[in-house]
């Protein structure tokens, strides 16, 4: 797996900030599988088979008991899968908060190539409460 988010940033994910579909990956397969899965085939519908050995196109993606669950829970669903990019922009933002406490904001813009407002907008902001996901939306329906 390739993946662009370090496994040092995967403590920084607060999986209820994420996408609903997102949310209920992480619980059925956990949050590497759902960052490779995003990774692989985010922005695009999956549509879980009935059987595990139903699943050639997930065998080169997720385990064989990743992709048990999946069938277990979800059988015959099709489900929209989120970009990663979104999950990227909220490590990010939460690296740049952090980072902000020990040093300046013109340090922080030129590490992540912003330019210092944006630094002190998104340390202003604090993202979205528990009650909400990056989208301002809360669907306890797909949970």
Do not use: W
Request: hydrophobic fraction near 40%; glycine fraction near 4%; proline fraction near 6%.
């Amino acid at each position: 797996m390739s993946r662009s988010i370090s496994d040092a940033d995967l403590d920084a994910v607060n999986a209820d900030l994420l996408p609903p579909q997102a949310r209920q990956l992480v619980r059925l397969i956990g949050m590497v599988n759902t960052l490779t899965l995003l990774e692989q085939r985010g922005g695009v519908t999956l549509r879980i088979p009935t059987k595990a050995m139903e699943a050639v196109y997930l065998r080169d993606v997720l385990p064989m008991d990743a992709i048990i669950e999946l069938c277990k829970a979800m059988p015959g669903k099709r489900i929209e899968l989120p970009k990663l990019d979104k999950i990227t922009l909220q490590i990010r933002n939460q690296v740049i908060r952090a980072e902000r406490q020990q040093v300046s904001a013109s340090k922080v813009a030129l590490r992540f190539n912003l330019t210092r407002r944006q630094v002190i907008n998104i340390c202003k902001s604090s993202g979205p409460g528990p009650q909400t996901d990056l989208f301002g939306e809360h669907d306890e329906s797909v949970l």
